[in-house]
Every structure is written in C-alpha cells, then in structure tokens.
C-alpha cells in the first residue's frame, strides 16, 4: 500500500492503514479510482486545514493497482479538493497509466537491488574463506591489486607481511583437524585485531597468512610488525613472519615475494618440537587449550 507524501506523513501507521482499507464500499468511482468526502475524524488526522489552508469539501482517492493478470499488487492513495474531482474525471484513464507505468518503475528497481545485493553476496562469498572469515587468497589477491594501484598513483608507500604458523601439522596430527581449525581461526583474529583501518589480512593457504598495509612507512611497518609479534605471542601462536615494503622491491608483488623469502628464512631456523608420551609440545598444548 502505497501513499502520496505531503498531508500522509504525519498520520501513523495504522492510521494510514485505515484510509487505505476502510469505508469504500460506498465510494463512487471514475475509471479505476474510487473517491468519497473525507469524514471529520480524517480531516483533524489529516489536519489539512492548518497545513494545506484548505476550507470546503475534500475528497480521498483510491487506486487499485493491478498486473497485467488482473492480480492486485497494492493501493494508491491522495487528496483532492471539490474543485480538482472534474480534472481527475476527464484524465482518469491517463493517471492511471501514470500510476501503472510509476508501479512497474518501482517495482524493477526493487528487482534491480535485489539482485545487486546478491551480487554482492556472492563476490563477498567468493573472496571469503569460510573457516577464519578473513579474506581467502583471491580475495586478498585482488585487495592487493587494488591497494599497489592506490598507492602507485598518490607515490605513498605499502608493505607486505606474510605469516606462516609453525607445526600446525604436528597439532592437527596430535589433537585432530578441529584443534587445528581453531588455531587457524584464534591466528585469523589475532591478527586481524592489531590492523588498522583499511589494512587487509587473508588466509593464502594451508596455514599461510598475508597482510597487506597502506599508507606504510618503514617506521609504522615496524611498529605493525612489532604488534603483530606481540599479539600472537600473548596467545602462545608459534608464526613465523616475514616483511618487506614496496619502496625497497619497486612492486607489491616484488615485496610480496621478499616478504615470503624473509618469512621462510626464520622458519627454517625452528626445529620441529619432541613429543613426549605424557605430554606434547607447547603449540599443540596450546591449540587443545584453544579447542576445549
């Protein structure tokens, strides 16, 4: 149901809705309207005569709208004084068409959105990863495109950290995939929790993880990294991490590589923990923790 603006938009909604559905069996009709005086209940709703200056008789008109099928879709509905019902008589059939034409307007606009949200839905699916919530590779691959071109027009420099968690292997093979699962998803938010606005984190791989930063300067790269480091420690995430910036590779995908070089070289620096029999190492202790 639909009304004009104007003299409707003070009433409430059930007031709205009771000249939209009441007292019309007694109407009379022109075309497709039907039209009767206002009552004085609905004129102090109304209150036309303090906004609109009006003294005389007012009438309410009513248009069903209909499909082509005949099926009824909904109502409009408007105000006229005594004086603009012989307008309304001789154009009925013109207003009318107005009425429909407006209708199809609205309603394959509503179409329209709809169908643009679900576009949206699906690219957001699309560059989603569904166990962390981050960004998955292809998501983040195309963040980073947009962010190297960003930063390519202004000259501002971005960095590139890649993440790698240390023996999710070893906790997966010792205390199941789920345990695993929850360390990907507490690394996913720990990570995404020291970022700042307009930094973007994804989930490249297995347990490979990349940040891409804008507006990066050697010293907040550093300080980022240094958050990073922090964060993850204070939930006793083994990671391996490695940095780079555009300025210093000539391209976010030249620091991308650098960044993954440098991440790897510290990886290879950590031993594989021993199990014990009563025991496990400290990761996976960790990840059972995180999984309880």
């Not at 569904?130 to 960004?135: D, K, M, N, R, S």
């Not at 507006?215 to 780079?244: C, F, N, W, Y």
Request: with cysteine.
């Amino acid at each position: 149901m639909v009304a004009a603006t104007g003299a409707f938009d003070p009433l409430p909604c059930e007031q709205l809705e009771r000249l939209l559905k009441e007292n019309w069996q007694g109407a009379r009709m022109v075309e497709d309207f039907h039209y009767r005086l206002v009552t004085e209940t609905e004129r102090q709703w109304l209150q036309w005569d303090t906004t609109a200056g009006f003294q005389g008789q007012l009438y309410l008109v009513m248009a069903e709208l209909q499909e082509p099928d005949g099926r009824r879709v909904g109502r409009v509905l408007g105000l006229a004084p005594e004086t603009a019902l012989s307008g309304l008589i001789v154009s009925a059939s013109n207003i009318a068409l107005c009425l429909q034409a407006m209708m199809f307007t609205v309603a394959l606009q509503a179409e329209l959105d709809e169908a643009e949200q679900l576009v949206v839905a699906m690219q957001q699916d699309a560059f989603t990863d569904p166990l962390t919530g981050i960004l998955n590779r292809a998501g983040w691959v195309n963040q980073l495109a947009h962010i190297d071109e960003q930063a390519s027009a202004s000259d501002e420099d971005a960095a590139i950290v890649m993440l790698d968690l240390d023996f999710l292997k070893v906790v997966n093979d010792s205390h199941g995939h789920a345990a695993g699962d929850e360390l990907l998803r507490l690394t996913a938010q720990t990570i995404s929790s020291v970022l700042r606005n307009g930094d973007s984190v994804g989930r490249l791989g297995g347990d490979e993880f990349g940040v891409v930063v804008q507006h990066a300067t050697p010293i907040a790269a550093e300080k980022l990294l240094e958050r990073l480091q922090q964060a993850l420690a204070a939930v006793d995430i083994k990671i391996s991490i490695g940095m780079a910036l555009k300025s210093e590779t000539g391209s976010l995908k030249n620091a991308m590589h650098q960044a993954d070089q440098r991440m790897y070289t510290e990886k290879r620096k950590k031993s594989l923990p021993v199990r014990t029999r009563a025991t496990d190492n400290a990761p996976m202790m960790m990840a059972s923790s995180n999984a309880a």
